[in-house]
């Protein structure tokens, strides 16, 4: 009874339906697990001291207010912390409050008064182009000059923004470690982007083992520590980035990830490096910075009205950087993931580490706050990947046996932090709202002014038919396809069919029936977009409702492979595909201008 109340108190859901239709309930392991990784003790214990807590306060943990305004603190004395730091002690009535996050303290317990506005502006009619930043280029990985490069010619056709996978910080000391969505850290940048003189490989997919060592010894050669600014920036960026460089500096001495390091190497407090190496890492950092500044501002030159479209991936890799900096904000001996689907019977375990919802409503939302400010520092468009995890996660035990479960997440005030950090940015956020949506997220979504995705092979109505543009949502980004599903070509093809039988993840009547449900989905496609070339499915894209359209790198160039195969490691090429032209090759690519041309008939056309 005490783990039941427990596990509802502190927003275990007791059951959920899956996208079968199926209702799961929630084992009493699963609840158990869930509590442990959240921190939480003994449970009669844990439940009298919420109760004492409640009956203690004044005022609940946070509350969302509109930007001027202030909560009424009752007639009692206060200590308000603002955002910047100032300080003010009073009674009675609030002052207005500036953008922010600001901390409460009445009777001893501590409010955080998440200052936002109730929505953000929604982007004019636009489009842009989604590009796999690695392989750019045909020789070597992509890097943040091939970026720029690739923006301007974007610009030329009218787009306004140009995507790319997530560039957070990785695992340089391990080639392997390669998907740009189990990253070491999320608010530090992957330096293997930043622009070098090195030889790359010239193989077919790119060959990591190769180019990263290869581009590490560049970047050691470039390294200048006493380049203009350098010093000035990194004391600004005070203990943080030390912290991250002393990582970097230990993964190449130790591994890539924390648990295996010796016993006092896993404690940042008593964790030491080299210091010319710590500098080094430090450098490529900065270096990395400017790099992607720089790419902004070339894109944001050539007309773009957005620029650069980043990517905050959904979590972060259990043992890396950015877990061992702060371990105390993420929940340990679980991973996120999904609940079983038709792909995937036992459902699925994403390898990442969740946020911990009580230290981040204990922390005033910190480390969401810092994490989406460090890619709005570089961006005039974001993809918060996964944002069904602002609702609720699905945490999987690491037990075996043990089922995943379902964790409440504090949505109002996730969504208002993200409204102050676009807001402070003057960004557009999007929210990748795919998969098994919880009810009353999109329109919580669309109240904000976050747009969600509007992915056409999965656009239906409620009989099931193809969606018609006018039909979309207004507040969306409408795509084909996305990095993790099948190009154009392929899905014509039923590519990725053939790659889930031939891994023998579905039987023969499964894949027999699929392929008679993608050649029926194909022929109702055709019919809605008025034929089957791909200047049908842009026209179809560019008439939709929706503020966004993103078209694939990979179906302008006519590819049939996907860039990642979710599910899949070494089984498929994940990462590794080229687009197989160089960035200045876009100049004069017909179908390029041709999607410039769809988009400007239906009025969609970057500032130019």
Request: aromatic share 8%; net charge negative.
């Amino acid at each position: 009874m005490s783990l039941a109340r427990l596990s509802r108190a502190l927003g275990i859901e007791p059951r959920f339906t899956d996208v079968t239709g199926a209702v799961r309930e929630t084992s009493e392991d699963t609840a158990a697990a869930l509590l442990a990784a959240m921190g939480a003790g003994d449970p009669v214990g844990e439940l009298a001291a919420l109760s004492a807590e409640r009956k203690a306060r004044l005022l609940p943990p946070w509350i969302v207010c509109e930007v001027g305004e202030a909560p009424d603190p009752g007639p009692h004395a206060w200590t308000l912390t603002f955002e910047d730091g100032t300080q003010a002690d009073g009674q009675g009535p609030l002052p207005a409050l500036p953008l922010g996050r600001h901390r409460l303290e009445v009777a001893g317990h501590v409010t955080w008064l998440l200052s936002a506005p109730p929505r953000l502006p929604l982007p004019p009619r636009d489009w842009g182009v989604i590009a796999p930043l690695h392989g750019l280029p045909t020789e070597g990985l992509g890097d943040f000059d091939d970026l720029a490069g690739v923006a301007r010619h974007m610009a030329r056709a009218g787009a306004g923004f140009v995507g790319i996978n997530p560039v957070h910080a990785g695992f340089p000391c391990d080639p392997r470690l390669i998907s740009p969505y189990t990253p070491s850290h999320r608010r530090r940048l992957n330096p293997l982007f930043v622009p070098v003189a090195v030889d790359g490989s010239r193989s077919d997919l790119i060959d990591y083992a190769h180019d990263v060592p290869a581009r590490l010894a560049a970047l050691r050669a470039e390294c200048d520590p006493n380049a203009p600014g350098f010093a000035e920036w990194r004391a600004g960026q005070g203990a943080a980035l030390e912290r991250f460089a002393t990582y970097q500096a230990l993964s190449f001495a130790h591994g890539p990830t924390w648990d295996a390091w010796p016993a006092h190497l896993q404690d940042p407090a008593q964790a030491s490096a080299d210091p010319a190496k710590v500098t080094f890492h430090a450098w490529a950092q900065w270096r990395a910075e400017q790099a992607l500044a720089d790419a902004q501002a070339q894109a944001r030159a050539a007309g773009m009205r957005h620029g650069l479209y980043l990517d905050l991936a959904v979590g972060t890799h259990p043992f890396g950087a950015e877990t061992w900096e702060d371990r105390a904000a993420f929940a340990f001996g679980v991973s996120l993931g999904a609940p079983p689907d038709a792909f995937a019977p036992d459902g699925q375990t994403w390898g990442l580490a969740p946020l911990n919802p009580r230290h981040l409503i204990r922390t005033g939302f910190a480390t969401l706050a810092e994490t989406l400010r460090a890619q709005l520092r570089f961006s005039g468009m974001l993809r918060i990947d996964h944002i069904l995890g602002f609702e609720r996660a699905y945490w999987v035990p690491e037990a075996e046996g043990v089922a995943g479960g379902y964790v409440k997440m504090p949505r109002a005030a996730m969504l208002a932090v993200a409204r102050i950090e676009a807001a402070r940015a003057g960004a557009v956020l999007i929210g990748e709202d795919l998969g098994n949506v919880p009810g009353g997220l999109r329109r919580a979504l669309a109240a904000s002014g976050v747009p969600g995705c509007a992915v056409a092979m999965f656009e239906r109505d409620g009989k099931g038919r193809v969606r018609r543009p006018h039909h979309y949502r207004e507040a969306a980004i409408a795509s084909f396809s996305t990095h993790d599903l099948p190009t154009w070509e392929g899905w014509r093809a039923g590519r990725d069919i053939d790659h889930w039988a031939a891994l023998g993840r579905i039987d023969a009547a499964t894949e027999a029936a699929e392929r008679a449900r993608r050649a029926a989905d194909v022929a109702a496609f055709d019919t809605a977009a008025g034929g089957s070339d791909l200047a049908d499915m842009l026209r179809f894209l560019a008439r939709t409702r929706s503020r966004l359209v993103a078209v694939q790198a990979e179906d302008l160039l006519g590819h049939v492979e996907q860039p990642n195969l979710p599910g899949t490691v070494d089984e498929h090429p994940n990462w590794r595909r080229r687009l197989g032209l160089d960035p200045d090759d876009w100049a004069g690519t017909q179908s390029l201008d041709t999607a410039g041309a769809i988009m400007r008939a239906a009025d969609r056309q970057g500032e130019g």
